[in-house]
């Protein structure tokens, strides 16, 4: 916590199983502060549930997960707490379809942060804006388009300042004209200062935003380095036949 | 509208005319065949042999003037049970119904017992509930004397707890588990996530079975009479005793099918209305 060079993010000898489904089998991980890192890999190796396991919504099976120096992983953190410090986007923007846009923005503000109505919706309404979905506040999710709900995905999550934000395949759900304006809005978090650990198979994009790639294959990272390296010359033949593909 | 109609084709114009002289002999044939029913209903009744004493026992003004006072006068009794009940059912269903969606395997003791309530409450004959209650808890002699009605609502209460938590239940099953993930990873606690997410939710997906619950209940507090609270279904019974006359039964009748009119209709509105917006969402 002191240490300013110490990783924001650091995974060690990650383990997770489903019953007999061995997914993690030892994640090693550091991730610096503002640094952007892509995870790629086939579908089913492990991506979203090592982003589930960070986000402690799933408990792991082995390893320590450090989140700012804290063993996030030990039973006896208040899971709550270290969630509020985290984001993270879905691949199904799982937005609340009962509650207005504005609402589902606020909602971590009004009930976790417990702001006042008025500062939160304030917040909230600065964000609609950014996003250009003023308009769109007293609307309900079904109302919009999958590109305007992810994007209220995204600005739902980061609303309280998480430290980290988790994006799970954001764009996969999409219809491809949409992709570019959940992708722009990324791309301007980036900018922002934001921690990102993001999950993806939009290589382009992984290529341009990232600091450092990270290829997953049969649960254990087979290669990381930077994109122009991973993208470029990959040492694994793993990784080479996975990229071909694209 | 009459510049719109001017624009019309003049297929379409056919096309409205003709639906216009299908619906025209809809409405005849319907009318024609509710006067034939009315017409066998009226033969049958008149002409059978004790229809004039049947008339007479059950359908006699002079009684039904007579009864409804006390019989209205007793139905203000039911409602007061009926207002009480939602507010317990409400309550005490909800609470079964998230017991039972728990996964925790240290509540495990919990969700057996919610298990068994059910089971038992959904199982048992209204009446059988009412007597073990209305008689079974004032033997126990701790209270000292309690309230027929009480005692009424208090059965009504658990018996449809017991339906209304299956219902929620279901309702909460409905809602897609990553609902719950998305409102945990906003720092949501688990209670918060189970009142501000999924409560609202399920509720919204059920709402039509919790009304067909809500209006069988509207009837069952008429039952609470078994234990002596002077409802109207008592209030009737009174004044049959005094004149050997079931006029009053059917006023009390009456009166629980006036009472049920404006929910059941309400029902049938919310319905048609979550129908169309399905379609209205289908057509998106
Ligand atoms: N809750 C779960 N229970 C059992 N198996 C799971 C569960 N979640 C994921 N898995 C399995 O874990 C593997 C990895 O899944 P996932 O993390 O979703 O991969 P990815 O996101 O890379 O496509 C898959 O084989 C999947 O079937
Ligand atoms: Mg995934």
Redesign the interface.
């Known amino acids: 916590m002191t240490d300013p060079a110490a990783p924001l993010l650091r995974l060690d000898g990650v383990r997770k199983d489903f019953g007999k489904t061995r997914v993690l089998r030892g994640v090693t991980l550091d991730v610096a502060e503002r640094t952007v890192v892509s995870v790629i890999g086939a579908s089913g190796s492990g991506k979203s549930t090592l982003l589930?396991c960070i986000?402690l919504?799933e408990p792991v099976t082995d390893g320590q997960i450090f989140l700012d120096g804290e063993d996030i992983s030990d039973p006896r953190v208040n899971a709550?707490?270290v969630?509020?410090k985290?984001?993270?986007v879905?691949q199904?923007f799982?937005?609340?379809?009962?509650m207005s846009v504005l609402a589902n923005v606020t909602?971590?503000l009004r009930?976790?942060s417990r702001l006042p109505k008025g500062e939160a919706e304030e917040r909230g309404t600065a964000l609609l804006r950014r996003i250009g979905l003023e308009s769109k506040a007293k609307a309900y999710p079904?109302r919009l388009s999958g590109g305007q709900q992810q994007r209220v995905a995204i600005v739902?999550?980061i609303a309280?300042d998480p430290k980290l934000l988790l994006l799970d395949e954001i764009t996969s759900a999409l219809d491809p004209r949409l992709v570019g304006e959940v992708l722009d809005l990324v791309r301007e978090l980036r900018g922002a200062d934001t921690t990102i650990i993001m999950a993806t198979h939009e290589m382009p994009f992984a290529r341009d935003v990232s600091d450092s790639i990270v290829f997953l294959s049969d649960g254990v990272i087979e290669e990381q380095g930077p994109p122009e390296q991973i993208f470029g010359e990959p040492r694994s033949e793993k990784t080479r036949g996975f990229l071909a593909g694209f | 509208m009459s510049r719109d109609a001017a624009r019309l084709s003049a297929t379409e114009t056919e096309r409205r005319a003709y639906r216009k002289k299908q619906s025209v002999r809809s409405v005849f044939v319907s009318c024609a065949s509710l006067a034939a029913f009315s017409f066998a209903v009226y033969i049958t009744l008149s002409r059978s042999e004790g229809w004039t004493r049947v008339r007479n026992t059950f359908f006699d003004p002079h009684y039904f003037a007579d009864s409804l006072p006390s019989v209205f006068h007793g139905l203000l009794t039911n409602l007061r049970v009926l207002f009480f009940a939602v507010l317990g059912v409400a309550a005490l269903g909800t609470l079964i119904a998230v017991t039972r969606t728990t996964v925790s395997p240290v509540l495990f003791p919990l969700r057996a017992l919610a298990t068994v309530y059910t089971d038992i409450f959904r199982g048992m004959p209204m009446i059988i509930v009412l007597y073990l209650i209305g008689f079974g808890i004032p033997g126990l002699r701790i209270f000292g004397r309690i309230d027929a009605t009480l005692l009424g609502t208090i059965a009504v209460i658990l018996v449809y707890s017991a339906y209304v938590a299956e219902v929620i239940r279901a309702g909460i099953e409905a809602v897609h588990p990553?609902?719950r993930?998305?409102?945990?990873?906003?720092?949501?606690?688990h209670s918060?996530t189970v009142r501000?997410?999924v409560l609202?939710?399920a509720v919204?997906k059920v709402v039509p079975a919790l009304m067909n619950d809500f209006v069988a209940m509207q009837k069952d507090v008429g039952l609470v009479s078994v234990l002596g609270a002077i409802d109207a279904v008592r209030s009737a019974q009174i004044a049959v005793a005094k004149s050997y006359n079931f006029t009053p039964y059917v006023a009390a009748g009456l009166m629980f099918i006036l009472m049920s009119l404006p929910f059941i209709h309400l029902t049938d509105w919310y319905a048609a209305r979550l129908k169309r917006r399905e379609q209205a969402?289908g057509a998106v």
């Open positions: 589930r986000n919504l709550d707490a969630r509020r985290i984001g993270i879905f199904s799982n937005l609340f379809p009962h909602l971590a009930r976790v079904d739902r999550a309280s | 990553s609902q993930a998305a409102a945990r990873s906003l720092g949501l606690t918060q501000i997410i609202p939710q919204r969402g």
